[in-house]
């Protein structure tokens, strides 16, 4: 689900409300926006909640805090345990959830961020997802660059040479990657499968130099979503001669605040 970062206005009765055309905005229900801030309250806080926990994250008074929370139990929305008096998310809250989740088109949702980032960065921007023998190539858009290949969609990339592939093994467990790398041919030692591992998570990106096609740069990173799904992987191509440290550092900045937002459209913050 989409993070809930909404602050109660300062000042303002519960039942007025919110600004109107004349303040730039539709005009809402401010007793619902403040509602969603307890709600966000909860889910920033973890796990259950005390009263005085909730208001706090709220920015409002405990008493106000409980009427909201009394409202919003009655809705299902929040439970209280009857043992603790601790405050979590109520039973209509996970339905909400899970159907949420349900619904969600983790490819066609990343896929809108896709022509952004290819129009800031002037590179073309590829989408990978796992399959069956490995990263596969679920969308290509070309940038303002000529590049000496044509990719294909549905295209398998190599897991040790590509940066797509990097990626994967280093966030993937074992029992995936290494049948897919045996198939390919590549049997690195463990310890260069652990450097690889170590580099990209502390770095957050997996940066490669010809080792796919020579004479093309990428650089990948994840796009992490909920639940039990794999990541998926978002990488730039360009071609070698444009890739000055400059450069690369300016589009592996676009790229990391792209997958971040890609991530948090999927739920994880």
Known sequence: MTRVDV??????DDDTDAPGPSGGARQGIQSVEIAMTVLGALER???PMSLTQIANASGMGASKAHRYLVSLGRAGMVAQSPSSGLYDMGPALRRLGAESLRRMDEVGLVSE???????????????????????VIVRWDYGAYALPITVRVGATMPLLTSSVGRVYLAHLPRALTEPVLAAQ?????????????EEVRRR????TSGGVIPGIASVAAPVF????SLPL???????ERAASPEVLEDVTAAL??????????????
């Open 7 to 12: 602050v109660a206005p300062a000042g303002t």
């Open 45 to 47: 806080g973890g796990g």
């Open 113 to 135: 961020y896709i022509p952004g980032l290819r129009d800031r960065t002037g590179h073309a921007v590829n989408l990978a997802v796992w399959g069956d023998h490995g990263p």
């Open 185 to 197: 041919g590549a049997e690195p030692a463990p310890a260069e499968i652990d450097r690889i591992t």
């Open 204 to 207: 957050g990106f997996a940066p």
């Open 225 to 228: 979503t909920t639940g039990d």
């Open 233 to 239: 992987v978002v990488a730039l191509a360009l071609p």
């Open 256 to 269: 990391l605040e792209a997958t971040a937002a890609m991530s948090a459209e999927l739920g994880v913050a």
